[in-house]
Each structure stands twice: as structure tokens, then as C-alpha cells.
């Protein structure tokens, strides 16, 4: 604790410490928790800097964030106004300044990688088993499903792909100093803004007739910097391909085409119909979620990339389920899933109860 923080009043005197926050972060096995992340870091800092920032206090962003369902940007600023969250996060007294950026998160999820993370997950689940909120019979009956995990894009507009493309081609070309012969600075936006007003009433020929003159212009920067690579560097040459990789991609797809690219800064998105009236198609990827028959205490979460079919998924899932399971001696006897897992074995390890559809 700094010198200047001595004399001020302890978080633990000003709250209330029978709030779930103060009773669970006596609870959680911090240490354990720190030991387990700390070979996935690095030791100390090659080049000097700042040092790194707690382990405790990420994964309790971490957890927070989730819990709450926010944003890095809104879980930093709301654990600045309330004591409970930074006394879960392990502050002894009240912080006035924010606790990280919020671009650290993004960086210390990176560096975990998915085995990090699901160490958090582990924890998590052993500190409900060893506060006896779930019992071995409850972690041995689980529901898998999946769903879809929302990237933060736009709606992925063919005009507004290109105008994105456009822009960012030229941006590159400027920032390592290649010249072009035309950035189409003023066309460009004029296109996309025409062509949204064709979409807007209605009159696709037009639009269609603006789109091709989009592509016509991409085309033409795409062409312009790839015969001047030779000016710039190595290290340079191979960003550049891949973005000029990914507007390529934008500039052969068509409406009807599978594997297409939907976001220029996210080629990992995929387009998902999972039937639902309000939403037809979701931009995202596609993920399985086990959860306790009774509590929904959440004991396995996996990405699926490339949309593979739901029963596909299945073993896959109850693998990281019991992996996670380990450290507290139960292993999944009953999945129970719906109707979208049928036609699929999985080991006899595990009963597959499929839910039936209900009568009307």
C-alpha cells in the first residue's frame, strides 16, 4: 500500500460486507487462481516499462464483465464508482482513478488465449463446489445448446464494404508512403451514399449499376498498389498483402456465394440462421454452452468456428465439460440437449437425453 493511502479509511469498513460481492471474493481461490495464469505471462518486462498490472485485478474485471454483460470500456468505468467491484478486485481503499485502460483487457485476454480463460471458468466452478451451491449430482446432469456470439460489426452492406475497403487501402498506401494515382476521396462516399438511397427506394437497378462502379474503383487502388509493392519493405509488403487479400475477397464475392467475408477487420464472422422470428440471420460465430440441469451454474463454453452442425458439436463440448470438471472429481453422466443434436454418437461415458418439442 503507498505511503499517502495509510491514513484512509479500508473499503472493508465502509461496506457492507454481507453484500454477495464481499462474501464471494472471500471465497474465490485467488491464489490459486494467480499461480495457475502466472506461467502463461511473462515473468518481467524484457525492455523496461511499467509492470504488469494484478492478476487479481483482471480476472475480476474479467468475471465482472461477464456477470454484468458489459463492455471493457463500461466495466472499467463502472468499477470506478462502486466499492463493491473494487473490493472484489482486491483494493483495500477507495480508488479514484480508473483501474487499467480498457484495451488492457483485450491484450491480457490475448495473452491468456483460450486455455487461460477457461482456467477462469475451472475457478470458478471449483468455488461453487466448494461453497456447496452445487453438489456432485448437480455437476453430473448438464444442458448443452448452442448459440450465436454477436460480433460488434454493421450490417454488412456490399456498398458499404467496399467503401470500407477503399478507405483502408488508401490509408495504408499513405502510411508506408506509396503514391497512388487517384484515391477517389470525394467518388467514393458519394457512391456509397448514392447507393444507399437506391436501396431506400427501391430501385435495385440503379443500385446495382453503383455498385459495379464501387468495385470498378477498388479494383483499380487494389491493382495501383500491388505494381508499386516493390517500394516498401519486406515486413511491410506482407501486412499490406493481407489486407489487399481481404479486399480481393470483397471484390469477387457475390450475393450467393458461401464463405464470404462480412467485416474487413473481422474475416472470422460468419452468417447464422438459427431460426428465430426476430432475427433471421445473426454476424457472429457460432458457440456451445454447458450449463447444471437445476442452477444453470455454466460449466463449459467453446467456440465452433466455421458453423459445424449442432450434433457435431457435442463431443467436442463434453470434453472441455469434463476436463473442467476435473479438479473437483465428477464427470457429465446426462446431457440433455434438443432437437438439433440428433443423428450424432457420443460416448457411452455420457447418456444424450434429447428434449422433445411440446405438444400444442
Request: charged share 30%; aromatic share 6%.
Amino acid at each position: 500500500m503507498p505511503a499517502d493511502e495509510l491514513f484512509r479509511s479500508r473499503l472493508e469498513n465502509q461496506i457492507d460486507l454481507r453484500h454477495r460481492l464481499a462474501r464471494l471474493s472471500q471465497r474465490m481461490p485467488w491464489t490459486a487462481l494467480e499461480q495457475a495464469l502466472s506461467s502463461r505471462l511473462p515473468a518481467t518486462q524484457a525492455g523496461g516499462g511499467r509492470p504488469a498490472l494484478p492478476v487479481r485485478l483482471i480476472a475480476g474485471l474479467l468475471y465482472l464483465k461477464h456477470a454484468y454483460d458489459l463492455s471493457d470500456e463500461a466495466v472499467c468505468e463502472r468499477w470506478l464508482e462502486n466499492p463493491y467491484w473494487q473490493f472484489f478486485t482486491g483494493e483495500v481503499v477507495f480508488q479514484t482513478r480508473l483501474p487499467c485502460d480498457a484495451s488492457s483487457l483485450t491484450r491480457w485476454r490475448q495473452r491468456l488465449g483460450e486455455a487461460g480463460m477457461e482456467d477462469l471458468l475451472a475457478h470458478t466452478i471449483n468455488a461453487a463446489h466448494a461453497m456447496q451451491a452445487v453438489d456432485a449430482r448437480e455437476l453430473s446432469r448438464v444442458i448443452v445448446d448452442t448459440t450465436v456470439q454477436e460480433k460488434a460489426i454493421a450490417y454488412p452492406t456490399d456498398s458499404r464494404l467496399l467503401e470500407v475497403a477503399r478507405k483502408k487501402l488508401v490509408l495504408l498506401a499513405k502510411r508506408h508512403g506509396i503514391g497512388l494515382r487517384q484515391s477517389y476521396a470525394r467518388q467514393g462516399p458519394a457512391l456509397s451514399r448514392k447507393a444507399g438511397r437506391y436501396a431506400h427506394a427501391r430501385q435495385f437497378k440503379r443500385m446495382q449499376r453503383v455498385l459495379r462502379r464501387q468495385r470498378t474503383v477498388l479494383g483499380r487502388l487494389m491493382r495501383d498498389i500491388q505494381r508499386k509493392l516493390d517500394q516498401v519493405n519486406t515486413g511491410v509488403r506482407e501486412r499490406i498483402a493481407v489486407w489487399l487479400e481481404r479486399a480481393q475477397r470483397l471484390y469477387t464475392q457475390r450475393p450467393k456465394d458461401k464463405q464470404k467475408l462480412y467485416a474487413l477487420h473481422a474475416p472470422e464472422v460468419e452468417c447464422i440462421g438459427k431460426g428465430k422470428a426476430r432475427q433471421a440471420y445473426e454476424f457472429g460465430v457460432k458457440v456451445g454452452i454447458a450449463v447444471t440441469a437445476c442452477k444453470g451454474l455454466v460449466v463449459g463454453a467453446r467456440s465452433f468456428p466455421g458453423n459445424p452442425y449442432d450434433g457435431d458439436t457435442l463431443a467436442e463440448q463434453l470434453e472441455q465439460t469434463r476436463g473442467l470438471l476435473q479438479d473437483v472429481s465428477v464427470e457429465p453422466t446426462v446431457a440433455i440437449v434438443d432437437l438439433g443434436d440428433r443423428g450424432r454418437e457420443v460416448d457411452v461415458a455420457c447418456r444424450s437425453c434429447i428434449a422433445a418439442r411440446p405438444r400444442r
